[in-house]
């Protein structure tokens, strides 16, 4: 299984900043996907981030928001733009191998805080 | 709309005990079924399931898919306290241009008492 890690771990921001999260994995892989997990909730996607080209956002997810970059098979970063309170959450990368038949493994999550 | 619905949405049981966790789903273009566990930020993965009535099994966790009747179930044996934490099912389908996406239901969670 991929080996994944996120920086930061956690994080305090105030409103209005803006914060970005590293995703670095051991070995190339063809997916990799951002979650956002809001208290009390399930796993909602944010996006998946495509290598070498723009990310692919779920509806209620946009780009000035969101702003997902991936330039290889290892890495990718996700901001959170302009924060509020309401963007306190678990943000999670996630990645698949390669393909269908591939398990999908998590990071250890980035847990924001937003004041 | 995809559809995922998972009973119960809690559970507590004493240690020893066995539990079944179920996991309903309606999602166009499915390809496979993913568990997790969840203890405290990330989930942790425990299974993946393609194929209809074949059983996974590792240690005392085993689950099987349905895929006529579009459910999936997750067995725990002797529950321990270590197995406390939130289950979830994640359907997978496929979204186009050679991507997958995952639909996660609520959870359910579970807690063992010692």
């Known amino acids: 299984s991929a080996v994944i890690s996120q920086k930061p771990s956690r994080d305090i921001c105030q409103r209005g900043t803006s914060l970005t999260i590293q995703c670095q994995v051991d070995?190339?892989?063809?997916?990799m996907f951002w979650y956002r997990q809001q208290p009390g909730q399930s796993l909602t996607l944010i996006a998946t981030?495509?290598?070498?080209?723009?990310?692919?956002?779920e509806s209620g997810f946009v780009i000035d928001k969101f702003p997902i970059s991936r330039p290889n098979l290892t890495f990718s970063t996700l901001t959170v733009s302009n924060m509020s309170p309401e963007d306190s959450s678990i943000y999670l990368c996630?990645?698949?191998?390669?393909?269908?038949?591939?398990?999908?493994?998590f990071g250890p999550g980035t847990r924001l805080t937003v004041t | 709309e995809d559809k995922v619905v998972q009973s119960p949405l809690s559970l507590v049981v004493h240690e020893g005990d066995t539990v079944t966790l179920n996991c309903s789903y309606e999602?166009?273009?499915?390809?496979?079924l993913l568990w997790y566990k969840q203890e405290k930020k990330a989930p942790t993965f425990l299974f993946m399931l393609?194929?209809?009535?074949i059983e996974k099994k590792s240690g005392r966790l085993s689950s099987i898919l349905d895929k006529k009747e579009l459910f999936s179930i997750l067995n725990i044996t002797a529950t321990q306290t270590g197995d406390s934490a939130v289950y979830l099912c994640?359907?997978?389908?496929?979204?186009?241009?050679?991507?997958?996406?995952?639909?996660f239901g609520k959870g359910t969670k579970l807690s063992v008492i010692p």
């Open positions: 996630s990645v698949v191998g390669t393909g269908e038949l591939d398990e999908q493994y």
């Open positions: 070995s190339q892989v063809t997916m």
């Open positions: 981030a495509n290598q070498g080209s723009e990310a692919t956002y």
């Open positions: 999602v166009t273009n499915f390809r496979s």
């Open positions: 393609t194929s209809s009535g």
């Open positions: 994640a359907p997978r389908r496929y979204s186009g241009a050679g991507s997958y996406q995952l639909t």
